[in-house]
């Protein structure tokens, strides 16, 4: 058997339906041990995302905001456009609605893993906060060796699908699009990406600030304008949705299985959620509370798939059921679909551009996000005196992984990312009793504020 076929089959394993069972179910227990938070507390969440709460008990390097966009800036991505894209070809319109459930759980466990990875963050020698999956698992689980295990597939995840796949897709794009040669888009990829991640998490933090909410707005308002364009194909496409979750028409093999693993599955890869990388950024944010900072983490969780991913999915649909455009989008699968049907529904041919912005942007903020989470996991590992190999390196497979052809180096990227699960979702299942006891213990200081309020 051929490497590359011994890494596919691996890969399925790792991604199989055990792992879908176990990130999904994680989330549902959590969300029932925390009386269903999120949905009880996503308005209040929103509101601390810009609340900025500052007094002697806040610590952290960054404003909650920044963490939160450092978390997006890793996961909103190619996922959202060509992750879509596939599942949509393969299991049918339904997956939408999947990916929509997958999400409300989701929420829950990105809740625990930021509550988690604040209230067991550290200084380092720096004086910079460091936490996430690795210290709660060390200080919290009290396993040295699930945090080192955690650490190193983070590191090869990060080369992998957090950097060399996202500037193929962008060098793919920009030459699609543009005409330019992945070696030029390649080599300036590489120098924008050195340029912030030279500056630690405080230049991160102020580039995703300002690139994530403009990435994300642009997409969306893209989206919603040719969404409207098409506002008698609305009701039809919710329609379908819904019904197509539940019968597998649409599906390839006909079976509402497949429609549910595509959905879970780009659910899962688009927010992250269980998969431990977005608790990094949220243990480096100004907080006073773990609980404060847990849900403003989980608004990430809705932003990536309730709002992104349903403008493509919603997109994807329209042009699929509109008899102008079907011929058109037919055939194609991710990114080329999604493509295809931007511009099939948009007047003056703007689709492909509006699709490529928005590619270039979503991967060039997933390698920022990404490249943090990395660092913070080799300083782990290495002690802050490597951090600086660990950049360069990064900096350098940038610029190769948009010359190179990345099958394998896709597979064995995605493996380990799924891999990062299991000793993070130990960690979580372990240590959810401190989750609960710690929204409790903010859910009074939420009462305290809500009193003062009206006085």
């Known amino acids: 058997m051929e490497f590359d076929s011994i890494i596919s089959t691996i890969n399925s394993f790792v991604w199989g339906p055990y792992m879908m069972i176990l990130l999904v179910g994680t989330g549902v227990y959590l969300t029932v041990r925390l009386g269903f938070l999120q949905f009880r507390s996503l308005p209040y969440a929103f509101k601390q995302v810009f609340a900025g709460k500052s007094s002697k008990k806040t610590k952290g390097d960054i404003s909650p905001f920044q963490a939160l966009m450092t978390a997006l800036a890793a996961t909103i991505g190619t996922g959202n456009i060509a992750g879509v894209g596939t599942a949509f070809v393969v299991g049918g319109p339904g997956t939408i609605f999947w990916m929509w459930l997958t999400a409300l759980f989701g929420m829950a466990t990105k809740y625990a893993e930021a509550v988690l990875a604040v209230k067991y963050r550290v200084k380092d020698k720096n004086g910079n906060m460091a ?35 996202q500037t193929n897709s962008i060098a793919d794009a920009v030459y699609l699009t543009f ?10 990829v590489a120098i924008l990406i050195g340029v912030v991640i030279l500056g630690g998490i405080k230049s991160i933090a102020k580039v995703t600030g300002i690139l994530v909410p403009f990435m994300a707005l642009f997409y969306v308002i893209a989206g919603i304008i040719i969404i409207l364009l098409n506002l008698h194909m609305i009701l039809p496409a919710f329609k379908l949705v819904f019904s197509d979750a539940f019968t597998g028409k649409a599906a390839i093999g006909g079976t509402i299985g497949t429609v549910i693993r595509y959905g879970v599955a780009r659910g899962i890869f688009s927010n992250e959620a269980g998969l431990g990388s977005a608790p990094i950024a949220a243990a480096a944010a100004k907080t006073d509370y773990p609980g404060r900072q847990g849900l403003v983490a989980m608004t990430g969780t809705f932003i990536d798939t309730i709002i992104i991913c349903t403008i493509t999915g919603l997109v994807l649909t329209i042009a699929s059921i509109t008899p102008s455009t079907q011929n058109a989008v037919a055939g194609l699968d991710g990114a080329a679909r999604t493509v295809a049907s931007f511009h099939a529904l948009t007047p003056f041919n703007m689709g492909k551009y509006i699709v490529t912005i928005g590619l270039i942007f979503f991967a060039y903020s997933t390698t920022l996000g990404w490249s943090y989470y990395g660092g913070r996991c080799f300083e782990y590992l290495f002690s802050e005196k490597g951090i600086k190999y660990y950049r360069c390196l990064f900096v350098i497979l940038a610029f190769f992984g948009a010359i190179a052809k ?5 597979n064995i990227a995605d493996t380990l990312n799924g891999c990062m699960a299991v000793p993070n979702l130990i960690g979580l299942l372990l240590l959810s009793g401190i989750v609960v006891q710690e929204t409790k213990i903010f859910n009074e200081v939420r009462k305290k504020e809500k009193n003062l309020y009206k006085k």
Request: net charge neutral.
């Open 131 to 165: 936490g996430g999956p690795m210290y709660y698992l060390e200080n919290g689980v009290k396993s040295k060796w699930l945090g080192i295990a955690f650490a190193i597939f983070a590191i090869f995840a990060s080369f992998g699908i957090g950097n060399m796949t």
């Open 406 to 410: 990345l099958e394998v180096v896709w």
């Open 179 to 188: 005409g330019i040669t992945p070696l030029i888009t390649g080599f300036a």
